[in-house]
Structure formats: structure tokens, C-alpha cells
């Protein structure tokens, strides 16, 4: 079992940084390739990156790429995602999330464990 909580969400203008964080509890968490979500209101939850257990393996989606990093210190048991130049689209719910699965998965439903989310809003 795996409990992740999120934060460093919050209200930006566009152009702004955040960095996220999801703490995660257990001993387990360097086994588990983990996620970044987002949900804007209406839409779908949509892959944002992911990172392997060992932080080898990184993937983005194509609309954060160049302006996303995803991160993690398994030693503190944490995932991080720095945005950078955001952008209105980019307001959403984020959301952190750990697969058991050892492929980077773009796939919400492959997950096992995932977090309550942080808002993030970016202002135009």
C-alpha cells in the first residue's frame, strides 16, 4: 500500500513557475514508476510525465515538454514536477500517481495508487 500526498499547487500568472511535490509513505516507493495527471474541469484526466523507479526513464506529454520536469528523490520518498512558462491551459487538478508496473504508462487506469490532487491556476 501506498499513500501519496500532493502539494505546492496554487494561483499563478502566466509565464509563472510551480514546483509540485508528492510525498509518498511506505518503504516500497523506489520500486514504483510514477505519474503526474492533470483534470481540467469538464475534460478528461490526462497524462502530464512519468519517471521510472531508478529516474533513468522520463516521458511528457507533447504539451509540457520543454517546460515540465519530472524528478524524484527516493531517498525521501518524493516525485516532483517543476512547471515552468505556464500557461492558462495548464489549469487543472494535479494529480500524482504510482504503477507497480515497471513500463512508463501514459494509461490512468494502470496506476494502483494515487493521490487527492492540488489545484493549479494559471491566469492569463
Known amino acids: 500500500q501506498v499513500h501519496l500526498v500532493e502539494s505546492g499547487g496554487g494561483l499563478v500568472q502566466a509565464g509563472g513557475s510551480l514546483r509540485l511535490s508528492c510525498a509518498a509513505s511506505?518503504?516500497?516507493?523506489?520500486?514504483?514508476?510514477m505519474g503526474w495527471f492533470r483534470q481540467a474541469p469538464g475534460k478528461e484526466r490526462e497524462f502530464v510525465a512519468a519517471i521510472s523507479s531508478n529516474g533513468v526513464n522520463i516521458y511528457y506529454t507533447d504539451s509540457v515538454k520543454g517546460r515540465f520536469t519530472i524528478s524524484r528523490d527516493n531517498a525521501k520518498n518524493t516525485v516532483y514536477l517543476q512547471m515552468n512558462s505556464l500557461k492558462p491551459e495548464d489549469t487543472a487538478v494535479y494529480y500524482c500517481?504510482?504503477?507497480?508496473?515497471?513500463?512508463?504508462?501514459?494509461?490512468?487506469?494502470?496506476?494502483?495508487?494515487w493521490g487527492q490532487g492540488t489545484q493549479v491556476t494559471v491566469s492569463s
Open positions: 511506505g518503504r516500497t516507493f523506489s520500486i514504483y514508476t
Open positions: 500517481a504510482a504503477d507497480r508496473g515497471l513500463v512508463l504508462t501514459t494509461i490512468p487506469r494502470r496506476y494502483d495508487y
